[in-house]
T-cell receptor, first 113, second 116 residues
Framework: NAGVTQTPKFQVLKTGQSMTLQCAQDMNHEYMSWYRQDPGMGLRLIHYSVGAGITDQGEVPNGYNVSRSTTEDFPLRLLSAAPSQTSVYFC????????????FGPGTRLLVL | AQTVTQSQPEMSVQEAETVTLSCTYDTSESNYYLFWYKQPPSRQMILVIRQEAYKQQNATENRFSVNFQKAAKSFSLKISDSQLGDTAMYFCAFMNGAYNNNDMRFGAGTRLTVKP
């Protein structure tokens, strides 16, 4: 099992550009989430999904879009990148209920100039 | 909204000694889960230990154990026989136990340094 994979590992964007961060898992997990991690802060939830076709907003959803067409994939779209979106982005997945804890991907470092 | 507070930004401990990291949380829910995650310099998030709120018994995983005080809304992590590989950021996290909920909230983290 590859677990949770994220691409790219590092990306530089210019203000106003759009891009998609990819996330995939091969553990047949129903639940998936996107977080951002900024210096001095813990992870903050952006969006999450409890199954294909079902998504919901987290703590900091503005400027991001998600969809879940398959169990395996959960891409995160930045619609118009801003310097405030410079961060490290983590994708995570878990079994239904989430109480067993989440498995995290290695992260994507994003720099918006 | 639930909040998680880690009041110790940094801590250090000598190798082989014991250290306790603090975490408090605020919630009106009765059904929830608590977690401690470790983030070493590699940046990979690793689940250390989990606790179900309805279980009174404190969770243990080898050298890691928790002190769960539900009434006080406190969830501290004790690391025994500290090893150099325990050097990392440690995050406390809270998740509501409601069905179809995947909203996990993290504290700001404690940077732990294990000294030889």
């Amino acid at each position: 099992n590859a677990g949770v994979t994220q691409t790219p590992k590092f990306q530089v964007l210019k203000t106003g550009q759009s891009m998609t961060l990819q996330c995939a898992q091969d553990m047949n997990h129903e639940y998936m989430s996107w977080y951002r991690q900024d210096p001095g802060m813990g992870l903050r939830l952006i969006h999450y999904s409890v199954g294909a076709g079902i998504t919901d907003q987290g703590e900091v959803p503005n400027g991001y879009n998600v969809s879940r067409s398959t169990t395996e994939d959960f891409p995160l779209r930045l619609l118009s990148a801003a310097p405030s979106q410079t961060s490290v982005y983590f994708c995570a997945s878990s079994y239904s209920g989430g109480g067993f804890g989440q498995y995290f991907g290695p992260g994507t470092r994003l720099l918006v100039l | 909204a639930q909040t998680v507070t880690q009041s110790q930004p940094e801590m250090s401990v000598q190798e082989a000694e014991t250290v306790t990291l603090s975490c408090t949380y605020d919630t009106s829910e009765s059904n929830y889960y608590l977690f401690w995650y470790k983030q070493p310099p590699s940046r990979q998030m690793i689940l250390v230990i989990r606790q179900e709120a309805y279980k009174q018994q404190n969770a243990t995983e080898n050298r890691f154990s928790v002190n769960f005080q539900k009434a006080a809304k406190s969830f501290s992590l004790k690391i025994s026989d500290s090893q150099l590989g325990d050097t990392a950021m440690y995050f406390c996290a809270f998740m509501n136990g409601a069905y179809n909920n995947n909203d996990m909230r993290f504290g700001a983290g404690t940077r732990l340094t294990v000294k030889p």
